[in-house]
Structure formats: structure tokens, C-alpha cells
């Protein structure tokens, strides 16, 4: 059984978007990195260890984790500055009333990892499609998520809030409307239909 598959058996909620979207970072993590290092950057061993506990209970025996090797093996990533950049500003807006404060914390590095990536962020993330996002997005970090007023896509729509409170202006146009990249930031993404998403 692959590690992805092993988390999902595992979890509390397999419907949880939470979890799938964990369960998708934490999978690529250990499938490229190895299950002898940390999977996220910035999350410690305790951290780590707490994060399955909490959303993938048996997880880490299943798939044979050390923790006592873990405890030390931290995993560097070359673009670490980027995602505490990303975990800052979803930090800024976690809802305290959506969870306990080291569920928001996974599931900011979690976003922030998976924004490294070359495809959409549901893709990155492994979610069935953009609305399981777009709900994660809402319940953990409301605020944030309502700024989004245009329905920007989500990663290009983070760089864009660190942008602006950076006062760094990098966009070609004065306003969206009129730029010619319009498609790239706010074009498709070939979601499947929106479901019913809960959160528990």
C-alpha cells in the first residue's frame, strides 16, 4: 500500500478536505524525501508527530516512522524563506473558532509546501478539485479567503497578498481587468463539480 493510500485509511475523516489535503502533502513529502527525514519543512518531530496523531491516528506505525531518528532530521528546502512567507500571512488569518491552533498551523505548512508546486494548488495538494480548496481555504482562514472577491487562483492570489503588503508592485497592469495575463491568474482550472463539503 502506497504511503498516500496508508494516510487515508488512517484518517479520522477521509471526507475532510483537511485531512486530503495533508494526506497529499504529507505523501509526496515522504515519497520524495524519504520516511528518514521530517516531511515539512518548519514542523518538528513533536509537531509532526501531533499532526498525525490528530488526523491520521496509526499512521506513523503503519508506515514505520522513527521518531527517535526523526527527532533530528529536519528537512532542508532551498525555497524555506517562501514558505514562511506564505505560513506568515495564512497565520495572520487563521479563525480560532475553526480549530485548535496546531491544526491551523499543519494545514498553513501544508498550503505553504504545496505552493512550490508547478501545478494548480488542488493539484499540489491532491484534492479532488478546486472547491474542496477553496473550502479548506474559507474554514481555517475566512478572512483571507474573502478577499479573494475576484476568484483569483488561490496560489497566485497568495503571492499577490505578500506582494501588496510588501508594497512590492509586480504586476504589469494597474488593475487586473486590463492586464494581458488575465487568463493566467484567473482562467479555469478544469475543477470537477462542487460537492457538499463539511468540516468536523
Not at 478546486?130 to 479573494?148: K, T, V, Y
Not at 501588496?164 to 493566467?184: F, Y
Request: aromatic share 8%; proline share 6%; hydrophobic share 45%.
Amino acid at each position: 500500500m502506497g504511503t498516500h493510500a496508508v494516510l487515508m485509511s488512517c484518517a479520522v475523516d477521509a471526507s475532510n478536505p483537511a485531512a486530503m489535503a495533508l494526506a497529499g502533502v504529507l505523501s509526496a513529502a515522504f515519497e520524495r524525501h524519504g520516511r528518514r527525514l521530517l516531511p515539512l519543512p518548519g514542523l518538528d518531530a513533536n509537531a509532526t508527530r501531533r499532526l498525525l496523531a490528530r488526523w491520521f491516528p496509526g499512521a506513523d506505525a503503519a508506515l514505520g516512522l522513527d521518531w527517535d531518528a526523526l527527532a533530528g532530521a529536519d528537512r532542508t528546502e532551498p525555497r524555506a524563506d517562501e514558505i514562511e512567507e506564505v505560513v506568515s500571512l495564512l497565520r495572520e488569518h487563521a479563525d480560532p473558532a475553526a480549530g485548535p491552533k496546531d491544526n491551523s498551523d499543519a494545514i498553513a505548512w501544508a498550503l505553504a509546501c504545496a505552493s512550490l508546486g508547478d501545478n494548480h494548488l488542488w493539484q499540489d495538494l491532491d484534492l479532488p478539485s478546486r472547491s474542496e480548496l477553496s473550502a479548506l481555504i474559507g474554514h481555517w482562514f475566512p478572512s483571507l479567503a474573502a478577499r479573494n472577491t475576484q476568484n483569483m487562483k488561490w496560489k497566485k492570489f497568495f503571492y499577490k497578498q505578500l506582494c501588496e503588503r510588501e508594497e512590492i508592485l509586480i504586476c504589469k497592469a494597474p488593475t487586473c481587468g486590463v492586464c494581458t495575463d488575465h487568463a493566467v491568474c484567473f482562467g479555469p482550472e478544469d475543477a470537477q463539480a462542487s460537492q457538499v463539503i463539511a468540516f468536523h
